[in-house]
């Protein structure tokens, strides 16, 4: 199920999140410059890219690949894909645990993602990277802040449009519960198939869940709905008076 937006509204500006959009954004628009000026997509690639044999061999050596990997994005759609799922569900998750805890949480759900994808294949020569385990992490945090919160997503089937319309509303734990299961499946069969590191993404979505409790000490959970309803039409009317 592919999601296009969330109905949760946030009580401070997104600015971690937003920014983090901005540098994978500026990260892709460097690769394409660095195609145009006729360096090889494939030597930036493992230039940059987490190479699992290469990490596992010399975990000094590749440190630096484990974060410039998680900016990098292999086509247009990749990126696309990615950050249309940050900025659906990651506004929230900092929302209810900050800015400073939730830049942390981002980075630490990406060094769980390639530390599930080294552990998993460590004699892989195929570079991995891309947004998807730190975002997976951020994906098992709003699935447990906000189970309830509704998320409206494409009809995937196309028959089903003539009586259910185009787009249809699931609850949280649901379209995220149905990414973790696919993802699941995937990396019991096949940990890179098609250049998609599916083992990166359930080491990503297990750390966020295993950290959220940790990030969230001291912070107040933010899932009665109705009041954020209320918050949310309060200030509704306060701009429309502007």
């Keep these: 199920m592919l999601p296009l ?16 959009i901005g540098a994978n954004v500026l990260a892709f628009l460097f690769e394409r410059m660095q195609f145009a000026a006729g360096v090889s997509p494939v030597a930036l690639t493992y230039h940059f890219g987490l190479v699992p044999a290469r990490v596992f061999v010399d975990p000094i050596g590749g440190v630096e690949t484990v974060l410039t990997s998680m900016f990098m994005h ?29 830049l942390a949480f981002y980075l630490a ?3 769980c993602a390639a530390a599930a994808q080294v552990l998993v294949d460590p004699t ?17 945090a709003y699935a447990v802040l906000y189970p309830r919160s ?11 449009w003539l009586f259910f319309g185009l787009f249809l509303y699931f609850p949280a734990w649901l379209v995220i519960g149905e990414y973790f299961l696919v993802n699941l499946l995937d990396a019991m069969t ?32 933010t899932d009665n709905y109705d009041r954020w309803r209320q918050w949310a039409e309060r200030r509704q009317r306060r701009d429309d008076s502007w």
């Excluded at 509704?150 to 089903?160: D, E, F, G, S, W």
């Design 5 to 20: 937006r969330d109905h949760l509204p946030t009580r401070r500006a997104p600015i971690v999140n937003s920014a983090l």
């Design 74 to 102: 292999g086509s247009l759609l990749h990126i696309g894909g990615n950050m249309l799922f940050l900025y659906i569900f990651g506004d929230n998750v900092e929302d209810a645990m900050g800015h400073l805890r939730y």
């Design 109 to 111: 759900g990406g060094i």
């Design 124 to 140: 892989s020569t195929l570079p991995m990277v891309g947004a998807s385990g730190a975002i997976s992490a951020v994906l098992a």
């Design 150 to 160: 509704p998320i409206m997503v494409v009809n995937p089937v196309p028959i089903l």
């Design 190 to 221: 096949n940990t890179q198939q098609g250049g998609i590191a599916f083992a990166a993404h359930i080491g990503g979505f297990v750390g966020g869940a295993l950290l959220l409790r940790v990030l969230m000490t001291g912070r107040p959970r």
